[in-house]
């Protein structure tokens, strides 16, 4: 089937707009995962969904950043008042269960550049 | 705190010659291991995951193994080809946790 899916693949924004980032997930995950990669840099964690519901949200770096997956498939992650440093590549990835250690499987990411 | 380290940062190589790429950890309470391909501007792409209960993984060209109780682990790639050219990310699943911690990946250059 289907892997996941983000959208869109690039984009340019200017510093203090909002911006959002979508993430389909492949069909039938139940959990979902987000990711931020700054340039030389591996992926670090965001925030984690179990269902519709936020279950760990320990890596958005502040309250600038916020995510929904209101009806447990399909997420957005929201960014406010973008400043030049949230420039990086966002990843989306999922898992068939939920729980530790389950693999995940990535999308191929949002490059976002503030300018 | 789980920290993730790839030793050498970045590999320029002839084709067809062996290579290993390093990855060390510094908490052995780990689920799995995994190593990821990422092509430039592009996702990541899995090549190799060990449960914490196994020491390899064998995938074509590529063999992953894993030294939990030294924080260890090393991707073998033989015969390598220029299509191998990308960066390969190791990554950790902590014990209790639910996300990757990723080391900086090991930019590999394979010239024709």
């Known amino acids: 089937g289907a892997g996941v899916s983000q959208t869109p693949s690039n984009k340019v924004t200017e510093k203090g707009k909002y911006v959002e980032l979508r993430c389909d997930p492949i069909?039938?995950?139940?959990?979902l995962y987000w990711y931020r990669q700054s340039l030389g840099q591996g992926p670090e964690f965001l925030i984690y969904?179990?269902?519709?519901?936020?279950?760990?949200d320990s890596g958005l770096p502040n309250d600038r950043f916020f995510a929904v997956r209101p009806e447990g498939s399909v997420s957005t992650l929201k960014i406010q008042r973008t400043e030049r440093g949230d420039s990086a590549v966002y990843l989306c990835?999922?898992?068939?269960?939920?729980?530790?250690?389950?693999?995940?499987?990535f999308g191929p990411g949002t490059r976002l550049t503030v300018l | 705190k789980q920290e993730v380290t790839q030793i050498p940062a970045a590999l320029s190589v002839p084709e067809g010659e062996n290579l290993v790429l390093n990855c060390s950890f510094t908490?052995?309470?780990?689920?799995?291991l995994q190593w990821f391909r990422q092509d430039p501007g592009k996702g990541l792409t899995s090549l190799l995951l060990?449960?914490?209960?196994?020491r390899e993984q064998t995938s074509g060209r590529l063999n992953a193994s894993l030294d939990k109780s030294s924080g260890r682990s090393t991707l073998y790639i033989a015969a390598s080809q220029p299509g191998d050219s990308a960066t390969y990310l190791c990554?950790?699943?902590?014990?209790?946790?639910?996300?990757?911690?990723f080391g900086t990946g090991t930019r590999l250059k394979v010239l024709a």
């Open positions: 990835a999922s898992s068939f269960l939920a729980g530790s250690g389950r693999e995940q499987f």
């Open positions: 069909s039938g995950h139940t959990a």
């Open positions: 969904f179990q269902g519709t519901g936020a279950a760990d």
């Open positions: 908490d052995s309470a780990i689920y799995n």
């Open positions: 060990i449960q914490s209960s196994q």
């Open positions: 990554a950790v699943f902590p014990s209790g946790t639910y996300k990757y911690i």
